[in-house]
């Protein structure tokens, strides 16, 4: 007992409804785990796409800026004034070469002002000629000499982008903090070099437009490990920075060395996870494969995990106030559940016992309101039902006993009703075996027309699959009718279309011959060119080179049109023998055409023949059906006397079964009265119980 009533407990509404509460409970909480995982990797996984590209753009910006640096150097490394004075052109005209050097450093100073980028531009010059700087206005002897010799070191060359220029730091008494990186390029007779510096401050300007987050330490680091450091801390925050050692470079995680994919590719960018001062960092970079420099970031990973931590907090402050709020819903609930339950309990109780006169009641405003006035409406109708038992059975008592009576007066008229049924089962018999002799005579008669019918019906089929054939026949030849007149219409228009590939291929032959003379006017034009060109020496031997240049072209242009005036010609032949071939085909179609329209009309003549001989077939097919119609309503009007015969028989068979069990029925109808009436007195006793 006290094991059931345990198990009642465990089973109860009450747990049922903190079990279907808390399981939504669990749900959110493994909903808010794996959002926040989820949110945490794709936080985590944008933050380190949008940095990439954020780098690999800032790369790409001084990328920009350097071919905009290098325009301007080149600008002045091939000026053709400035050539002559590189090489000493203009050392015996005094007032030229002052005027041009004069006018180059007002160019060089407008190019520095226009490009907030430049720092510097120098021209260094051979020994004996003086050099151009924005820096140095004393204007230095040159110093190529010396230079090439200290940008190049064994088995190398000059590079275009350099961190550093020793010797030319020295020879304009310039230090190496007013730039960064230079560009350096030779003029065209290499008896120069234009050097252009890149300011530091516009360099450490852009980086620290760089914003990716407090703590985040952005840096621009040369091929030598020179580095320009921006470091975004946040208010009140300190840097984790040594003053004098270098951020990036030595470090392990650096890339010093070239490094390259599995397609022998170098890899100019990557992204990893570092340790720096104490902590863990994101390490992220981007080469600049013009200028020999990195881009490098160290991005605090609590940065990048931050608004992830957010949503954690969030999420498990919202599950931990639902729960509660679930709990205090669902004890509240139970418990309004429960008293309602045991006070319905209570007063079905007292209705089990028999006393119809309580009233159930429940609190709220809910379902057991309902539940309530239905068991209020159930003990009414049960009060009510007992009151028409009771009427009822009065009634009955008095039922039984004239149930009595009429069972005897039931069994005096079936026993007359069985002397009678007797009498007509003897009739029954002789009309039946008179009615079976007419049935045989009449299925004889309906044999013989059936096969009369059925021969008719093999006929009229086979009547009408060659009706369907002709028809099928007609069909077929007007299709092809039909095609033969659309073959004509098509190679009609065939001919036209050639015809007027013909025509278009006379207007081909007219523009080859406007090209031909266009690459013959061309050829004069080449020749005169490569006579001037001869006339200028070796000033016209670049026009010279156009000049034959342009020969080849006119004489391939010729060639070209020669071909195509070949191919043109073999058009125009078999466009010919296509026009013939055409009209051949049209004579044919036109012949086949004629000969259709014959078998049309052959087809059609044996067609009236056989409708002719299909109207003498259904005349047949009438007579026999309306034959074997009359037939059939001879043999189904004999059966049918028959049936009826056969089932008067049954039928007084049935009667007399059913009067055998009438009689049965009467003397159990006897018994039931009698158990009724003592059923009357037992229902009488318990109806008492019933408090009304």
């Known amino acids: 007992m006290a094991g059931k009533k345990k198990e009642h407990l465990l089973f109860s509404i009450r747990n049922k409804i903190i079990l279907c509460f808390f399981v939504p409970i669990v749900f959110m909480i493994v909903i808010g785990i794996s959002a926040y995982q989820k949110s945490a990797e794709g936080m985590n996984e944008k933050f380190r796409v949008s940095t990439v590209q954020t780098i690999k753009m800032a790369t790409e910006y001084v990328d920009m800026v350097a071919s905009f640096i290098e325009s301007e150097g080149v600008k002045y490394a091939f000026d053709n004034e400035l050539s002559r004075y590189f090489i000493g052109m203009l050392d015996n005209d005094n007032l030229a070469r002052a005027s041009l050097v004069e006018s180059t450093k007002k160019s060089l100073s407008t190019s520095r002002m226009s490009n907030e980028f430049i720092s510097n531009i120098h021209i260094i010059t051979k020994e004996g000629i003086r050099m151009i700087s924005t820096f140095n206005d004393t204007k230095p002897d040159g110093i190529l000499t010396q230079y090439q010799e200290s940008m190049t070191t064994a088995g190398t060359r000059m590079e275009n982008w350099v961190d550093s220029h020793p010797v030319l730091d020295e020879a304009l008494t310039m230090k190496d903090t007013y730039y960064i990186i230079s560009y350096q390029i030779p003029s065209q007779t290499r008896s120069a070099y234009v050097v252009v510096d890149i300011k530091p401050d516009a360099i450490s300007k852009f980086i620290n437009g760089l914003d990716l987050g407090e703590g985040s330490i952005v840096g621009f680091v040369t091929q030598n490990g020179r580095e320009i450091i921006s470091e975004n801390l946040g208010e009140g925050q300190e840097s984790v920075l040594t003053e004098g050692e270098p951020v990036f470079f030595g470090r392990s995680f650096f890339p010093a060395e070239r490094r390259e994919d599995e397609n ?49 907090t969030m999420t498990f402050g919202l599950v931990i106030l639902a729960c509660i709020i679930v709990l205090v819903v669902g004890l509240l609930i139970v418990f309004s559940i429960q008293n309602n339950m045991k006070r319905i309990s209570r007063k079905f109780g007292e209705v089990a016992k028999g006393d119809l006169t309580v009233q159930v009641t429940a609190k709220g405003k809910d379902e057991f309101r309902g539940l309530a006035a239905s068991a209020n409406n159930m003990i009414v109708n049960t009060k009510s039902l007992v009151n028409k038992v009771t009427s009822a059975t009065q009634q009955l008592e008095i039922s039984s006993r004239d149930v009595n009576e009429v069972s005897g007066v039931i069994s005096e008229y079936s026993n007359d009703i069985t002397q009678a049924i007797d009498e007509i089962n003897e009739g029954m018999s002789r009309q039946s075996e008179h009615a079976q002799e007419c049935v045989a005579k009449t299925d004889v008669l309906s044999s013989e027309i059936q096969e009369v019918s059925r021969v008719v019906e093999d006929v009229e089929k086979l009547v009408d699959e060659t009706e369907q054939m002709i028809n099928r026949g007609m069909e077929i030849v007007q299709l092809l009718g039909d095609r033969a007149r659309e073959t004509t219409s098509i190679t009609k228009k065939v001919g036209e279309s050639i015809e007027s590939l013909r025509e278009e291929s006379e207007i081909i032959n007219t523009f080859v011959g406007t090209i031909t003379e266009i690459s013959e006017q061309t050829n004069l034009l080449s020749l005169n060119a490569s006579i001037e060109a001869a006339r200028a020496g070796d000033a016209g031997r670049g026009f010279a080179v156009v000049a034959e240049e342009i020969r080849k072209l006119a004489d391939d242009s010729a060639k070209a049109a020669r071909e195509i005036r070949n191919n043109v010609d073999h058009i125009g032949g078999q466009t010919l023998n296509s026009v013939e071939s055409a009209r051949n085909a049209q004579n044919m179609v036109a012949a086949q055409s ?13 067609q009236k023949q056989m409708r002719t001989l299909i109207e003498g077939l259904k005349e047949i097919v009438d007579s026999t059906e309306k034959a074997d119609h009359e037939r059939k309503y001879t043999v189904d009007a004999v059966r049918n006397i028959s049936d009826i015969i056969e089932e008067t028989a049954n039928s007084a068979e049935v009667v007399r079964d059913v009067l055998n069990r009438l009689m049965e029925s009467v003397q159990n109808l006897n018994q039931t009265a009698d158990s009724l009436g003592e059923n009357m007195e037992e229902l009488k006793t318990e109806i008492s119980v019933f408090k009304i």
């Open 594 to 606: 004629e000969a259709v329209e014959q078998v049309v009309d052959v087809f059609l003549r044996m």
């Open 264 to 312: 022998g590719e170098e890899v100019l960018e990557g992204i990893e996870t570092v340790e720096f001062a104490g902590s863990e960092y994101q390490f992220i970079y981007s080469k600049s494969d013009k200028t020999n420099t990195i881009i490098c970031v160290l991005v605090p990973m609590s940065v990048i995990t931050g608004q992830a931590e957010g949503i954690k």
